[in-house]
């Protein structure tokens, strides 16, 4: 199998100490983290001054901020896809998600499941 390309991934994350949790796991698993957002407002402006390759973002965000919308808007403005995180990662939410993103994850994600999906998503990103 051939390992999976390098990936500059945004995180969108309110929560301060998961977000670094989750930069320590992306950049050991090689990626970079080219930055963090809060909110969606945050993360629309992060996506198109750092045009990310991939966005990992928390569905549910502080202050009624959406990750959903701020995903579609990102996928549809600037062509980036998402992974979402979701305490609540069930059928229905990941099949809200479906139709603009490369995987839906349950918090707290496993180091190996978000690793998989992270692989899987670059894998196809480089065939498109």
Same mark, same amino acid.
């Given at each position: 199998?051939t390992?999976?390309?390098?990936?500059?991934i945004?995180?969108?994350?309110?929560?301060?100490?998961?977000?670094?949790?989750?930069? &320590?796991?992306?950049?050991g +698993?090689?990626?970079?983290v080219?930055?963090i #957002?809060?909110? /969606?407002?945050? !993360?629309?402006?992060?996506?198109?001054?750092l045009k990310?390759?991939?966005v990992?973002?928390?569905?549910?965000?502080?202050?009624?901020?959406?990750?959903?919308?701020?995903?579609?808007?990102?996928?549809?403005?600037y &062509?980036?896809?998402?992974? +979402?995180?979701?305490?609540?990662?069930d059928? #229905?939410?990941? /099949?809200?998600? !479906?139709?603009w993103?490369?995987g839906?994850?349950?918090?707290?994600c496993?180091?190996?499941?978000?690793?998989?999906?992270?692989?899987?998503?670059?894998?196809?990103?480089?065939?498109?």
């Open positions: 199998m390992q999976a390309p390098h990936l500059r945004l995180i969108v994350e309110d929560e301060f100490l998961i977000a670094l949790d989750l930069e &320590d796991l992306l950049t +698993f090689g990626h970079d080219c930055g #957002a809060a909110s /969606a407002e945050e !993360a629309e402006r992060m996506a198109r001054d990310p390759d991939l990992l973002t928390d569905i549910s965000l502080a202050h009624g901020s959406s990750g959903l919308d701020a995903a579609r808007f990102i996928r549809a403005r &062509d980036i896809p998402s992974i +979402f995180l979701s305490a609540q990662a059928a #229905a939410v990941t /099949a809200q998600t !479906a139709p993103s490369m839906c994850l349950q918090k707290p496993q180091p190996s499941k978000l690793r998989s999906t992270l692989d899987r998503a670059a894998r196809e990103m480089r065939a498109a």
